[in-house]
């Protein structure tokens, strides 16, 4: 019997204890719980009040180092093609055209002072693809590969998933390819060995560091 | 004069004045004004389980649990419940190919009638009551028992084993927890020494407020107004007595299977019962529509608080009040197993009503 009277006791004080909690946390739905980071001292302290994120109109700014979306300076790439071959799920796409002698000047120079031998008139990444690994940029010879920290980049049309960093439109595509091929034509013997140098030297410096790749 | 042919204009706040100046406005020989009536309780159910109710449930939980609730529709989410109403219009109203069809259409019917025809005696304010009922909480205590067989008429008429399980234990919970709630409510009727809901009012009306209510009226009164708030939890299916809903155990009960309006119908009888019990323990131990406050000296504050639209506001706060309490309690504890129901109601609440009834009768013999 004294069970009994005891199994009432502890139920009421135990529902007023509970509800006492609920109450707090009711009351503490005015104010916002801190914004202390894991690494700072005050963190446990702030428990209470309302922990929601409103995220398209706030959000935890993302770390200086995060690793996010990709982007490719288009002015620094080379057209080597070593992130299109390191990528193991294959998400860039890569079409090069070789430049002719008389236009290298008209090319320019990457910001690292390296001569650029190719035009790129297509250099897509299917950022939908992406898994950031992180490959593609470790390869980059000129570091114009890079994450970003933009983390929210969602589309409601899969083809804009697809960002586009060739620098040429069509027209002039087409035009520096016909000048490619009348280069070759003119000397068939001599570009080739010429040409073989310039993105040859890139992939044998990269791989003799890890000397794995080949 | 003519204008007063057709529209009730009350001339005097005495008792029940406007609904019964409603009930004689007859409109080219229709009685219009019991019609009037009639809708009256039932857009405040409407109006109060769409703001209140669902909007209010929603916010309420959300702060219980630290999170922000609805904010998207309007400000603060406002709009939200509109536009879940919207959503619920739009929805096919699905039978299933195996229901039973009348009771599966029945149902939801009997369920909101059960829990509408109890606010018949809800007095909302000292001039309006939907009918002065000499036995009025009898008839609401009886009434509200009609909503067990449309339980289980939408449980059966489902055809589903989920929807049938809920609406069995929803019989079984309902059923036993009517006896200590019809105890509870007794010694409230013995201390009245009526059951007419209009003369409860008048009989906790005084000049000292609240302590003119019964439950401060006697020493054990608390007792019963224990126990009958704990049965009211069971009786219209709240946590933590939900077991006939049980979301992680059987769906959503007895109504698993219905989707669309009569969804949104089911859930308008649930808060309709929701705030009548509340009213009931507000009305038997509360005052009802009398104002809690004293007059202090000069400060008559009782007798400036005291009137029709003040009464009619009294009581939906007091109704909202014990909605609150019946919220924070569903955002606290877990739910019962069906022993523990039956324990508590069985073993516990059933005898310390049989004690509260007789303490409040000796207490009304020798007192």
Known sequence: MSEYFRNIASSTSTILTGMGITLKHFFNAFKRKGEAGIEESGYFGQVDGLVTLQYPREAIPTPDNARYRLHNDIEDCIGCGQCVRACPIECITMETIKVTKADLETCGKTSGGQQKRFWIPVFDIDIAKCMTCGICVSVCPTACLTHTKVSDFTEFDREHMIYHFGNLSRIEADLMRKKAEEEKKAAPAKPAPKAKPAPKPKPAQQPNASSNNE | MMLSNYFPIPMSMSLNSWSDALSQWYLFGLPLGLVVIAAIPLVFIALYALTYGVYGERKISAFMQDRLGPMEVGKWGILQTLADILKLLQKEDIVNTNADKFLFVVGPGILFVGSFMAFAVLPFGPAFIGADLN??????????????????????????????????????????????????????????????????????????????????????????????????????????????????????????????????????????????VSAIISVVFLGGWNSPLPNIGSFALNDWTTGPVWGAAWIILKGFFFIFLQMWLRWTLPRLRVDQLMYVCWKVLTPFAFVAFVLTAVWEIYM
């Open chain 2, 135 to 276: 036995v009025g909480l009898f008839y609401a205590i009886g009434i509200v028992a009609l909503e067990v067989v449309g339980i289980l008429a939408a449980g059966w008429g489902s055809n589903n084993k989920w929807a049938l399980y809920g609406a069995i234990r929803s019989v079984a919970q309902i059923v036993s927890y009517e006896i200590p709630a019809a105890i509870a409510i007794l010694c409230g009727a013995m201390m009245a020494g009526t059951l007419s809901m209009q003369q409860f009012n008048i009989l906790q009306q005084g000049e000292y407020g609240f302590l003119h209510f019964f439950l401060f009226q006697n020493p054990i009164a608390w007792l019963p107004f224990i126990i009958y708030f704990i049965a009211s939890l069971a009786e219209t299916n709240r946590a933590p007595f939900d077991i006939p809903e049980a979301e992680s155990e059987l769906v959503a009960g007895y109504f698993t299977e219905y989707s669309g309006m009569k969804f949104a119908v089911i859930f308008l009888a649930e808060y309709g019962s929701m705030f009548m």
